[in-house]
């Protein structure tokens, strides 16, 4: 089995990690690059905000940032002036082909915190569609800009926004690793793991309270877990051989991972507290990276049993692996959308990588990067977009994209080369 020369044959070195445990937050700056027209957007014009200079955050440009990297909106010039007890007068919006207008405020309070306001209005029926706001500490200016994106987002889709989440993924700056936790736009983050050595397979507990990954410390591949409140964590598999690729199920109970244990590489179900082992899979192939399907029923992996690397699915409770990967003869490191209606994976096409994605129910495939070595997708967590990782310009760099692939997001770190990462589920 040939594999991936970047991700999998990372995954499968387990080249150790000397941890250093929770470091004290540490900003990773992104310049952010969007590129592509959705095939339908509503224009939408985002006021800057009154005084938002006083918070030293560029609020209203967050705002637009995120709202265009969902692909939905097109975005229009704002207007000065304006900010949430404004009128706007709408037939003059309207002339502008503006369809929905949102201004707010910022205040700095007397105890130090920020009070950051808006407000949204309809311009095509001329309603006040509401507004919130949010007293918050400076360190969270750029979470209430997320917040406030996510709510323009729901009331103009009825659909959840995901810009107040977070991701994971891993730096390499010189010969230095570091595992972080940053805002969905890539910024605000800090270091929950630094190492000499690689750092690989992040994954999120359901509640976003805990990281899973795998290190080296005994001079063997060993499935950790961190809880990123207090940083401390706990051993969850250290058997014999390989321990790698973990994935927590939906109720956060179990977790599958790929073990050399019992001799080639299987699946196991472990609970989350290293108790309960249970062998999943029975074959002499490798069989890796699992993944779980939103309703904790089965578990999707890649395997080599049929003569290449494609992706398979099994019942949790164990029974019989099914293909699920028909097109191409290399499909690798699978993920499922929060709906369990898409599958997302990578493709080997002459020679290159790309992202593919698959309707599970009609079986269609659509490969949907133009760039050529990508690597670890991972769904937000309303299955509207993907973050996966790619070179770019001779660098590692993190991607977003819409599934049709129309609206695509450079993430490029100022901290060297980015790789493997994980968007984290709601509840931040």
């Not at 891993?170 to 630094?194: F, K, P």
């Amino acid at each position: 089995m040939k594999i991936h020369p970047v991700s999998l044959s990372q995954r499968r070195a387990f080249l150790g990690a000397g941890l250093a445990g929770l470091a004290l937050p540490s900003l990773a700056q992104f310049r952010i690059e969007i590129a592509g027209v959705g095939a339908s957007q509503l224009p939408v014009a985002i006021a800057d905000f009154r005084d938002e200079a006083l918070s030293g955050q560029p609020l209203a440009a967050i705002v637009r940032a995120d709202l265009e990297r969902s692909g939905l909106f097109r975005l229009m010039p704002g207007a000065a002036g304006l900010h949430e007890l404004s009128s706007p007068n709408f037939a003059d919006w309207r002339a502008r082909t503006v369809d929905a207008l949102a201004a707010g405020s910022v205040t700095r309070l007397a105890d130090g915190r920020f009070d950051v306001r808006f407000r949204l209005w309809d311009v095509v029926k001329g309603q006040d569609l509401g507004g919130e706001a949010h007293a918050v500490p400076a360190d969270d200016v750029r979470l209430a800009a997320h917040r406030i994106a996510d709510t323009i987002y729901q009331k103009l889709t009825g659909e959840r926004g995901v810009f107040a989440t977070r991701l994971a993924y891993v730096t390499r700056t010189g010969g230095r690793y570091a595992l972080r936790i940053a805002d969905a736009d890539g910024e605000g983050g800090q270091v929950a793991l630094a190492s000499p050595e690689p750092i690989i397979s992040p994954c999120w507990s359901p509640d976003g309270r805990e990281l899973a990954y795998v290190s080296f410390e005994s001079r063997k591949a060993v499935i950790w877990a961190q809880s990123l409140a207090s940083g401390q964590r706990r051993m969850v598999a250290n058997f014999r051989g390989s321990n790698s690729a973990p994935a927590y199920s939906p109720n956060g109970q179990l977790m599958a991972f790929c073990s050399s244990r019992d001799g080639g590489s299987q699946l196991y179900v472990i609970g989350v507290n290293g108790q309960g082992l249970r062998r999943l899979t029975q074959s002499s192939a490798i069989d890796t990276e699992p993944v779980f399907s939103p309703d904790g029923g089965t578990i999707y992996f890649v395997s080599d049993r049929g003569g290449s690397p494609q992706i398979y699915r099994v019942p949790t409770a164990g029974g019989n692996p099914e293909r699920v990967s028909f097109s191409g003869g290399y499909n690798i490191s699978p993920a499922v959308s929060p709906d369990g209606r898409t599958l997302a994976y990578i493709t080997r096409v002459g020679g290159h990588f790309k992202l593919s994605v698959m309707d599970l129910g009609s079986g269609s495939v659509s490969q949907i990067t133009d760039t050529l070595d990508d690597e670890s997708p991972s769904f937000a967590p309303n299955g509207k977009l993907l973050v996966y990782a790619t070179r770019s310009a001779g660098r590692d760099v993190l991607m977003t994209s819409t599934l049709d692939g129309r609206v695509k997001a450079k993430l490029i770190g100022a901290q060297g080369d980015v790789r493997e990462p994980a968007w984290g589920p709601f509840g931040r």
